[in-house]
């Protein structure tokens, strides 16, 4: 009979387990799964919009009014952030009334092994920046993206670094096991881990998975 659990395949002689199991059998989940290649590191903020005006067709994804702004706001945040290490766009989320205040993400590219563990709390401050330095336009047929009248300068709202949604690991652990691993930063790496990960502040001395 083939002994193999989790979707291993017998092969006559041992188990061949899919990607992350491990055991004679496939029977344990791996301590700990390195995501940092497979997950987009994003920085979610706040941009308000002084010089548009919120209207219904707004609330319609598929819509030319909605469809536009969208376009418009992508492009005023690349030239705004094209300078900061990483960038790799905008991902616009919601749109709501304020005149209108998007929520989005700032997309960064992962930082190499090599570089140290302060790069995305840098790259953080560097987003910051460069949008406090932004010139809002005299011409308000531009998007002026700040909390200040076209014209004026702005600040921006603090933004939110989404490393500890529990949802971040289910797409890359085991089915059976995923209820068990959560994501956790150390250093330039994002990793799925257990109760049986070394060196976490959860760790506990497993025995046998």
Request: charged share 15%; hydrophobic share 30%.
């Amino acid at each position: 009979a083939d002994p193999c659990q989790n979707g291993g395949r017998w092969t006559g002689m041992s188990c061949v387990c899919p990607p992350h199991l491990e055991g004679a059998f496939c029977q344990f989940g791996a301590p700990t799964i390195n995501i940092t290649g497979e997950v987009d590191f994003s920085v979610r903020m706040v941009a308000h919009i002084t010089n548009r005006n919120f209207s219904e067709d707004l609330k319609n994804t598929s819509s030319n009014a909605y469809r536009s702004l969208v376009d418009e706001f992508i492009q005023t945040m690349d030239r705004i952030y094209h300078n900061v290490s990483g960038y790799g766009g905008v991902r616009v989320l919601t749109l709501t009334r304020g005149s209108v205040i998007v929520n989005y993400e700032v997309l960064l590219r992962p930082p190499a092994k090599d570089e140290p563990t302060t790069t995305l709390d840098h790259r953080v401050q560097e987003l910051l920046e460069a949008f406090s330095a932004v010139a809002q336009p005299q011409n308000c047929s531009y998007l002026a993206v700040s909390g200040m009248p076209c014209g004026a300068g702005g600040s921006q709202d603090s933004p939110d670094q989404d490393f500890s949604s529990l949802d971040l690991c289910r797409n890359y652990t085991p089915a059976n096991f995923s209820r068990f691993y959560q994501p956790y930063r150390m250093q330039s790496s994002v990793l799925c881990t257990t109760s049986c990960s070394l060196n976490v502040p959860i760790s506990i001395d497993c025995k046998s998975g």
